[in-house]
């Protein structure tokens, strides 16, 4: 038998937005909602939390509130919401009504910065966020998987799977060893650049439960 599972970045475009955010973002994501719900299948939105975090101080009414009920929306349609780290937003500024991107992208950038702007804290409040938006709609929600933004999890990859695994995340899909297109999720030691962190043996965790969810 073979589980696929559908996963799609949910996100803006890095760099900014020179649209709306609803052609940007929302309206590409009801299409696939659309298309996902005439086809029955579930499939799996890795969303960029920080960009969501970050929104909730800067501009509720013009991009999370939205954000945050299409999240719910594909919840409440039998979707999966997991965790996706575009760590910039952390630095990232705003003003007229737009942001501007920094330029620090990847987690290791931040293994040095004091909490919660560290990897560990990076991490948990991605999952405290999601669980505060999800868990509203679906009370058995986890977060259990997490896919680093850009694939880029080295050089820093231990530590963080050190602070996934604290959070309860079991799936990875961000290392890559195999082919930048097509993306597989891994439990954390089936990565041969990540074989020697190795938290869970494989025989421990099913990657695909039979309703298609993680
Ligand atoms: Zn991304």
């Given at each position: 038998m073979i589980y696929l599972n559908l996963a799609f970045d949910h996100e803006l475009s890095l760099g900014g937005v020179t649209s709306s955010y609803e052609q940007n973002l929302f309206d590409p994501t009801r299409q696939i909602l659309d298309l996902a719900g005439d086809l029955s299948v579930p499939v799996t939105f890795f969303t960029d939390v920080l960009c969501g975090i970050r929104f909730r101080e800067w501009d509720s009414s013009g991009f999370s509130d939205s954000y945050e009920a299409q999240l719910q929306d594909a919840a409440r349609r039998g979707h999966d919401v997991q965790l996706h780290l575009h760590p910039h937003w952390i630095d990232s500024t705003f003003g007229g009504g737009r942001f501007v991107p920094a330029d620090r992208y990847a987690l290791h950038d931040f293994r040095a910065e004091a909490p919660p702007n560290d990897i560990d804290g990076i991490v948990s409040r991605g999952v405290e966020f999601l669980d505060d938006v999800i868990r509203p709609v679906?009370?058995?929600?986890?977060?259990r998987a997490f896919r680093a933004g850009g694939l880029v999890?080295?050089?820093?990859q231990e530590e963080i799977f050190v602070a996934l695994r604290r959070q309860g995340?079991?799936?990875?899909?961000?290392?890559?060893?195999?082919?930048?297109?097509l993306m597989s999720f891994k439990i954390?030691?089936?990565c041969g650049c990540c074989k020697s962190i190795?938290?869970?043996?494989?025989?421990?965790?099913?990657?695909?439960s039979c309703d298609g969810r993680m």
């Open positions: 679906d009370a058995s929600y986890r977060c999890i080295e050089p820093s995340i079991r799936f990875d899909s961000s290392s890559r060893s195999w082919s930048p297109i954390f030691e089936s190795n938290p869970w043996s494989r025989s421990e965790i099913k990657v695909c």
